[in-house]
């Protein structure tokens, strides 16, 4: 059995799918929607939508073992909005705002699901698993990443006309896209018309 692929499944404005792994569970909420013009991008509705979204995200909860009230749709999209003005006042180096702090702290104060170690070695959740859990998870997942070693390694990817903020693992350190599928294939795709275009171009 092959482990299903981390990060979520994104689609573009031309509809297109592509997978976006943000490299933390921290940074996994902020695709969902966002502050001000980032709303136009709003999926957390209804306690059903919140489910899906942490059935797809890195914690890997058992579906049918989660249960999401309203409220925790509320809670999530006030964590996600506060995670997103920290992402985003770390990656230009800002001090991180103080009320959106309170509003991560807090979450990260709430009991996070429990794990288990099932009898084949492997690890579960103890089950059912709450949304104000899930939210716990996600808070102290992001306190960790932005107090961290990769806190530096926090970045927008580098489209102009894209805002999603991951943070690079990767050994090299020299990650620069949401997704090469998406974004790195758009960036590839312009440099190269960009070159044939200079190549074809009428000395003058
Ligand atoms: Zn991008």
Redesign the pocket.
Known sequence: MTEPAIGLVLHSSEGVAHRFDPGALGLELLPTGGPGALSHYEVLNEPADLARWAAASRLRPDPGGLVVSPEDVAAARYLRDALWHIAVARVHGEPLPAPDLVVLNEAAAWRPPALRLAPDGGRTWRTPITGTQVLAAVARDAVELFSGPYADRVRE?S?HD?R?VFVDVSRPGRRR???ME??GNRHKVRAHRSRSQAYEAPEG
């Open positions: 990817c489209a894209c999603l896209w949401c997704s998406h974004c």
